[in-house]
């Protein structure tokens, strides 16, 4: 009286009848197999597991560990954003300004508050990082809708690029690419 286990059997294909045989002969008739190679058919390689938890943990930690500028900070104002990490040429940062490098990604800070700002930079360098992008363009806007009209984020992206280690140099943009609104930062490449 117990209940059947599994529900109704599913019936396989049905076997080709002699007339289907015939019909797949004469389709195939000339076909010849093909001659064999000394290939051997590796199986796919595997995609590396993201270790997602971890990456959020090195943005946090990123996160936290750029600090803002003192708030006693004097702004340079009138001079060009330079900088270059000690021990490279001085032709890389002459090579950044003359655009040698294309710029493959942009991040644009207008609007944003510094706390936004400054995740936003994080999180956008850690993309740029993992996609293996060299030359970025990082907009933080010249400061007209600010109180004072002061540049307060270009001071601010200068401070925090300079703590990153990946940063190699950064210089203010040509006046195509956003002059003194803008920023081209050159990361190191990832082997």
Not at 29 to 41: E, F, Q, S, V, Y
Not at 56 to 66: G, N, P, V, Y
Not at 108 to 113: A, N
Not at 149 to 164: I, S, T
Request: with cysteine; glycine share 10%; proline share 8%.
């Amino acid at each position: 009286m117990g209940a059947r286990r599994g529900g109704p059997r599913k019936a396989g294909p049905p076997s080709p009848t002699a007339e289907d045989r015939a019909i797949f002969r004469d389709a195939v008739g000339d076909a010849r197999p093909l001659p064999a190679n000394d290939k051997i058919a590796h199986p796919p390689q595997r995609r590396k597991p993201i270790p997602y938890q971890t990456l959020k943990d090195e943005r946090e930690a990123l996160a936290d560990s750029l600090s803002d500028p003192l708030d006693d900070y004097d702004p340079e104002t009138g001079e060009e954003l330079l900088f270059l990490r000690p021990g490279l040429s001085r032709q890389v940062l002459r090579r950044l300004r003359r655009g040698h490098w294309v710029i493959q990604g942009e991040l644009d800070l207008h609007g944003m508050t510094s706390d936004q700002a400054r995740l936003s930079l994080v999180a956008f360098l850690n993309e740029c990082q993992r996609r293996g992008m060299r030359c970025v363009r990082i907009i933080h806007g010249k400061g007209l809708g600010s109180r004072n009209r002061e540049p307060v984020l270009k001071n601010k992206v200068r401070h925090w690029l300079m703590q990153r280690e990946e940063i190699l140099a950064f210089c203010q943009a040509r006046p195509a690419d956003g002059g003194g609104g803008a920023a081209v930062v050159l990361l190191k490449s990832i082997k």
